[in-house]
């Protein structure tokens, strides 16, 4: 992990742009710069918090040369969980620690699907994802409980301070770690050269469980960010996220094809991400593009997303050593 | 990219889009993030010259609406969802209704019936400064929070089609009188059904405060007056019509004695229908519900659907608008007086905050069907 690489900076400059171009839109006027700044940063991050819980997760698993697809569904599936949960400040000890350990449990078992029964990564989290899906739906059967409102404390986690403690700790000590220890080199060397890294005596198997067990774990997290800030879970919560997870991680510099990616890369991706579709959403009710677009402007979502993730590994294969380059 | 990049090296040209080499680390690199940052300063200044024309304008966003001129004033209407015929018609009715009074009208909202989309919405327009919010919720308990939070910037909040009762609210405008049209419904499947039978519910979400109250009206009204009625299951649609045929088909499949059916959505009513017509089970098993007239008009015709209620949902985008700017204007709705050209007000009987539109459903059956041709 290179200080300040020139990739991230100018992933930085792009999300200054974007920013300057799109916060308009959401109510940041001139006039009153600092408070009306304030409110679109507070919403944008709290957005942007659990997305980047997932994209951390994700991150780790594209070095290792893997994908998890199943990311939206195993969140949903833990928040549906949660939700069945009675309300009160007993659901701080009964709740979160089975949200956790379900969490890890989905998580474990993407891992060993992949290690064990060496199902590819990208068939055996597709699979996962319905399968999660599918038990989303088995777990609510259509109905909705909504006790997170009613825990007390809880909607802490969904404001800016409390998101932020939460996912602050996270890249601190998590990240901190993960920076500079082997695991994070033993993780590289497997996404670069799967065969190496075994003749190189790394436990392959168990570092990819330990891989996918990490995403399951920070699906719950994200899954408690979520739910704290909605106050709803329904069986058809998050669905497509995975998608705008992996686009923002990519964009962030990490390879698809292992063995190459930075968490803060995946940073600046998410933020990227979350700027551009608050900004699609504001865009659809502002007078003059309404007046100005034969279409509805909410509707180039997808366009925007897909010309992003290309426009930046466009500009990441570009920006690459050519020592990386070559490895690709 | 890899490879173009070696060709190039071999044969020693210079592809214009290939990454400059050999090395050419510093150099070759300072170049591109240095015109980005000249773009982005460009950028910048144009976004600074563009940036009055959001929503409301340079007027200060949060100062009370009573003085402002009409032109000036923004409500902000957000249904369940954006692309089905229901909502699409009750946007047709606000458009009529802000341009007649002059007010800007922001309709907009999610693809999907989803609380966390919405309340997304909701965030932006807080901070874009709209003078009303009215929100049909997906999930009344979820949009709490954010009802708050619009109120302390001092945006008058309604809800409508569908309500959020303990969210705090100023108004709801309420399209019919529950109580009646759950009472309707179930009158009107048990005379189909000649009082005896399975029959089951159809119904978009349980969450939904309107449908889930029908719901409750119709079991308590089957409860207390027809005892040979058993309701035997309950499916969730989503608001799709295809969904809700698949579903209807596998119900069918599972109770081959079900008699009846009472589908509460717009959505639930062709998808029910369809699934009847398909299975070869249309007369055999009764059908009703809410809907809109264009995609039940042949199942009416051919005798799968007898018939379905509904109100006029241009006219509840209509009265939406109509009362929100009387609220924003600091006037306070009371019953029987007009409001910006609306027609008289009925109160519910049961909540002081609640507008009815139309006490009486409209019934839509195979003899009237051709009168209501609104294009949805």
């Known amino acids: 992990m290179r200080r300040f690489a020139p990739p991230l900076l100018v992933l930085a400059l792009l999300l200054v742009v974007e920013v300057a171009l799109l916060a308009p839109l959401s109510g940041v006027r001139s006039s009153r710069i600092l408070p009306t700044f304030g409110a679109y940063a507070n919403d944008l991050l709290i957005e942007a918090v659990p997305i980047l819980l997932l994209a951390l997760g994700m991150t780790v698993v594209l070095i290792s040369g893997g994908i998890d697809l199943s990311v939206a569904s195993m969140t949903a599936l833990v928040a549906c969980v949660l939700s069945k949960f009675e309300p009160g400040p007993q659901f701080w000890v009964t709740a979160i620690p089975v949200g956790l350990a379900l969490g890890a449990g989905l998580g474990l078992a993407n891992g060993l699907l992949v290690a064990a029964c060496d199902v590819p990564p990208i068939i055996a989290t597709l699979g996962t994802l319905f399968l999660y899906r599918g038990l989303c739906e088995a777990v609510l059967k259509g109905a909705k409980y909504n006790p997170f409102f009613d825990v007390p404390g809880y909607s802490r986690l969904g404001e800016l301070p409390g998101a932020l403690a939460l996912v602050g700790a996270v890249l601190i000590l998590g990240g901190g770690w993960f920076r500079a220890s082997r695991w994070r080199r033993e993780i590289l060397m497997i996404g670069g050269n799967r065969l190496a890294a075994r003749y190189a005596a790394i436990a392959v198997g168990r570092r990819l469980i330990e891989v996918y067990t990490l995403s399951g774990v920070l699906a719950f997290l994200a899954a408690v960010c979520f739910t704290a800030h909605d106050g709803s879970a329904s069986q058809a919560s998050y669905m497509g996220l995975e998608l705008q997870v992996i686009v923002a991680v990519v964009l962030g510099g990490t390879a698809v094809t292992g063995g190459r990616g930075t968490l803060s890369g995946s940073i600046l991706g998410v933020l990227l991400m979350a700027v551009l579709v608050e900004g699609l959403q504001a865009g659809g009710s502002n007078f003059w593009i309404q007046e100005k677009m034969p279409f509805k402007f909410g509707n180039l979502r997808f366009v925007l997303l897909g010309s992003l993730l290309v426009l930046g590994v466009w500009i990441n294969a570009r920006l690459a050593r050519p020592s990386e380059r070559s490895s690709q | 990219m890899g490879m173009i990049s070696a060709l190039g090296r071999k044969y020693r040209v210079s592809l214009p889009l290939g990454p400059k080499h050999p090395p050419a680390y510093p150099p070759g690199r300072s170049g591109l993030p240095v015109r980005l940052c000249a773009v982005a300063l460009l950028l910048i200044a144009l976004a600074g010259c563009t940036q009055d024309s959001p929503a409301t304008g ?63 919405f909701i965030e932006t327009w807080i901070r874009q400064g709209v003078d009303a919010i009215c929100i049909a919720p997906n999930e009344p308990k979820a949009i709490k929070r954010f009802v708050q939070q619009a109120k302390e910037s001092g945006i008058r909040i309604l809800t409508w089609d569908s309500d959020a009762p303990d969210s705090g609210r100023d108004l709801m405008v309420n399209q019919v009188d529950d109580k009646r049209l759950g009472e309707a419904l179930m009158d009107e499947i048990a005379r189909q059904m000649h009082e005896e039978g399975e029959w089951a519910v159809v119904i978009a979400s349980l969450s939904a405060d309107n449908l889930n109250t029908w719901r409750r009206y119709a079991e308590a009204r089957a409860a207390e007056k027809y005892p040979k009625l058993v309701k035997v299951d309950t499916v969730v649609t989503e608001e799709d019509v295809d969904k809700s045929r698949k579903l209807v088909e596998t119900l069918l499949n599972v109770h081959p004695n079900l008699k009846g059916m009472i589908a509460f959505d717009s ?29 039940n008009k042949e199942y009416l015709k051919e005798g799968v659907l007898e018939s379905f209620y509904l109100w006029d949902p241009r006219q509840l985008g209509d009265l939406t608008v109509r009362l929100a700017v009387a609220l924003v204007e600091g006037k306070s709705p009371k019953a029987g007086e007009s409001m910006n050209g609306s027609p008289p007000l009925t109160f519910s009987p049961r909540d002081a905050t609640t507008v009815i539109m139309s006490p009486e459903p409209l019934k839509f059956t195979k003899e009237n069907i051709d009168r209501y041709d609104w294009g949805f």
């Not at chain 2, 018609?89 to 209704?97: S, V, W």
């Not at chain 2, 009847?276 to 009703?288: E, F, M, P, S, Y």
């Open chain 2, 58 to 120: 340079s007027g200060s966003p949060h100062a009370a609406g009573a003085g402002k001129p009409r032109d000036q004033i923004v409500v902000a209407m957000l249904p369940k969802l954006t692309n089905i015929a229901y909502f699409r018609a009750c946007q047709e009715g606000a458009k009529k209704a802000a341009g007649e009074l002059g007010v800007r009208l922001i309709y907009d909202g999610p693809t999907d019936p989803s609380a966390s989309d919405q309340n997304k």
């Open chain 2, 267 to 295: 959505n639930s009513v062709p998808g029910a229908a369809e699934a009847l017509k398909r299975t070869g089970k249309a007369g055999k098993v009764a059908l009703c519900g809410n809907s809109t007239p264009k995609p």
